[in-house]
């Protein structure tokens, strides 16, 4: 069936080094995508968006990339902190079930000082 | 400007008792959505609303009640708590639909027992 989902449930970095999460997506009919942000004990916070119509589009410290032949998304975080540790998790919207948000499990962040 | 605001942040209820989970946002957005998120699974959409006196069942809408008769309040009811609702339930909002990212709340922390 049809799945937002995420190709690794943990990942460890070094501080300073780059992250990369990975989401994949099985509706060509989704046209927006979000990255969240959730820490312990908080509701997931809006990290970055993109458009169907984009392949690449960056924030700061973060880039989001969207391969729409592999329907697969990802989230770069450039020179990971402490304070990046957190569950991160990608969610597609999709035209055909009436623009309503469909959401991955998530990817536990680690990073190590 | 507070965002997505939700109360209580925890609850213990009982097999068969009943509450109302609040929900209020103070940016003007018409959509309000109601998720549960538990452990190891994606966010499930509950109820969500496009607008004041307009309401629909998500994905998971069994068990929960909801009435929008602002554009600010979103509660969610509760009517025959069950240990299945055992959950964290977040709020969100958005300017519109499918094309503006969910701004969540922090979240009700709810056991049933």
């Known amino acids: 069936g049809e799945s937002v989902g995420l190709h690794l449930p943990t990942l460890s970095v070094q501080e300073g080094d780059n992250s990369i999460i990975n989401c994949a997506y099985s509706?060509?009919?989704?046209?927006?995508f979000i990255w969240y942000k959730q820490e312990s004990g908080k509701g997931p916070q809006f990290i970055i968006d993109?458009?169907?119509?984009?392949d690449k589009r960056q924030g700061q410290r973060v880039t989001v990339l969207l391969n729409k032949t592999v329907k697969h998304l990802s989230l770069q975080i450039a020179a990971t902190q402490p304070g990046d540790s957190a569950v991160y998790f990608c969610?597609?919207?999709?035209?055909?079930?009436?623009?309503?948000?469909?959401f991955g499990t998530g990817t536990s962040l680690t990073v190590i000082p | 400007n507070a965002g997505v605001t939700q109360t209580p942040k925890f609850r213990i209820l009982k097999i068969g008792q009943s509450m109302t989970l609040q929900c209020a946002q103070d940016?003007?957005?018409?959509?309000m959505y109601w998720y549960r998120q538990d452990p190891g699974m994606g966010l499930k959409l509950i109820y969500y609303?496009?607008?004041?006196?307009?309401?629909d069942k998500g994905e998971v809408p069994n068990g929960y009640n909801v009435s929008r008769s602002t554009t600010e309040d979103f509660p969610l009811r509760l009517e025959l708590a069950a240990p299945s609702q055992t959950s964290v339930y977040f709020c969100?909002?958005?300017?519109?639909?499918?094309?503006?990212?969910?701004?969540f709340g922090n979240g009700t922390r709810l056991t049933v027992t």
């Open positions: 509706n060509s009919a989704s046209d927006y």
């Open positions: 993109i458009r169907s119509n984009m």
């Open positions: 940016m003007n957005h018409n959509y």
């Open positions: 609303s496009v607008g004041a006196g307009i309401t």
């Open positions: 969610a597609e919207n999709r035209l055909n079930t009436g623009n309503q948000f469909y």
């Open positions: 969100a909002s958005s300017y519109s639909a499918g094309v503006s990212p969910l701004h």
